[in-house]
């Protein structure tokens, strides 16, 4: 049998693309899901294990009878603008659920982690593109969870021998190239999927958070990442934690910035459908540009990325929206409706 993995948070977004990358490379992904966001659908690489990360006596038992070489971390709660309103749940979920993840680990005997971190750690940057050395000093408290997170690793490093890689994914995007698989939020709160569904004729217009910022068209600048660019950083951490002890962080971003005017340019350009938009207030919490300096992780992990292009990242999500047997959504405002008068 392939050696197994645990994934926790498997059947999400990027958990479910990396479940794939992992299959591929001949492990066995073995996903560790409540299904709170996460869909059974998306778990087609190796076994689901439903359970929550904080349930001790389940985690336990998994870990029991899988015995997994290493931890793949992704399970957390993901809206920056949601943990402006509900910081608990953010606290509650991403920092406690990591600290008894840790516990079972230890209780396990495991002693490698990979862990999903954000570009959200550095909060409003003092310059661009973003090394790893630059400040962390989040500015939601979304981005202060991954760093309490980063911080438990550190000292559990030093304390228990836990090696750990943390990723701090930019903003990831576009979907499985072979179309098995794409993102799938309920409620869906991301730019990209937002704007292609509104090109899909499944929302009327797209809100866009913000036109006063300190950017050339004055809309908040990403630094977007392809999901399958992402899952393959993680097969080249898992081989990083073999040889080396401690713990690290890595940038994964492609290092080019695009506005959210022209994300919705190139949706339109890619789609050849029209997207309405209007311009509502800014997000609370929103960093006016995120650009990745991921030189690091090139250098260090030997990453290298191959689906940098913006118009490719749309062309992968709009192929998976628009697949005819894809998994329809529950998402009450995926009620068809007449496409909106472009703006
Ligand atoms: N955004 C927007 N309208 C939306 C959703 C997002 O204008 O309906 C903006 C958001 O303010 C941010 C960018 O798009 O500047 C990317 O947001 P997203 O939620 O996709 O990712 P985040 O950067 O928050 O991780």
């Known amino acids: 049998m392939a050696t197994p993995l645990l994934v926790t948070g498997g059947a999400g977004y990027i958990g479910s693309h990396v479940c794939k990358a992992l299959a591929a490379a001949g492990w066995l992904p073995v996903t560790y899901d409540n299904l709170s966001n996460g869909h059974r659908w998306a778990v087609r690489w190796g076994p689901l294990e439903?359970?929550?990360?904080?349930?001790?006596?389940?985690?336990?038992?998994?870990?029991?009878?899988?015995?997994?070489?290493?931890?793949?971390?992704?399970?957390?709660?993901?809206?920056?603008?949601?943990?402006?309103?509900?910081?608990?749940?953010y606290y509650e979920n991403n920092v406690l659920g990591l600290l008894s993840l840790l516990a079972a680990m230890g209780r396990a005997g495991l002693d490698r982690i990979v862990f999903s971190s954000t570009a959200a750690v550095y909060g409003t940057p003092r310059r661009v593109p973003i090394d790893e050395r630059h400040p962390l000093e989040p500015v939601n408290p979304y981005g202060s969870t991954k760093l309490v997170c980063e911080q438990l690793l550190r000292d559990f490093a030093v304390a228990h021998g836990i090696r750990s890689v943390a990723l701090r994914y930019f903003n990831a995007a576009g979907a499985d190239p072979d179309g098995e698989l794409g993102e799938a939020h309920e409620?869906?709160?991301?730019?990209?999927?937002?704007?292609?569904?509104?090109?899909?004729?499944l929302r009327p217009e797209i809100a866009i958070f913000g036109e006063d910022y300190p950017t050339a068209d004055g809309t908040c600048i990403r630094d977007y990442i392809h999901v399958a660019d992402l899952a393959q950083a993680h097969l080249l951490a898992l081989d990083r934690l073999s040889g080396a002890e401690?713990?690290?962080?890595?940038?994964?971003?492609?290092?080019?910035?695009?506005?959210?005017r022209q994300v919705v340019e190139a949706a339109r350009r890619v789609t050849g459908r029209p997207i309405a938009v209007r311009v509502r207030a800014a997000r609370p919490g929103d960093p006016p540009v995120l650009v990745a300096d991921a030189g690091r992780a090139r250098s260090d992990l030997g990453w290298r990325p191959r689906h940098s292009a913006l118009d490719e990242q749309l062309a992968h999500a709009w192929q998976w929206l628009t697949a005819?047997?894809?998994?329809?959504?529950?998402?009450?405002?995926?009620?068809?409706?007449?496409?909106?008068?472009?703006?």
Do not use: M
């Open 50 to 89: 439903v359970g929550d990360l904080q349930d001790r006596a389940r985690l336990d038992a998994v870990l029991e009878r899988w015995r997994p070489q290493a931890v793949l971390h992704f399970a957390a709660y993901i809206a920056a603008g949601e943990s402006v309103v509900d910081p608990g749940k």
């Open 187 to 201: 409620p869906e709160t991301h730019l990209i999927p937002l704007v292609l569904e509104a090109a899909a004729g």
């Open 246 to 260: 401690g713990t690290d962080a890595f940038n994964l971003g492609n290092g080019a910035g695009f506005s959210v």
């Open 324 to 343: 005819p047997g894809r998994r329809p959504r529950a998402d009450p405002c995926a009620i068809v409706r007449p496409a909106a008068t472009q703006i």
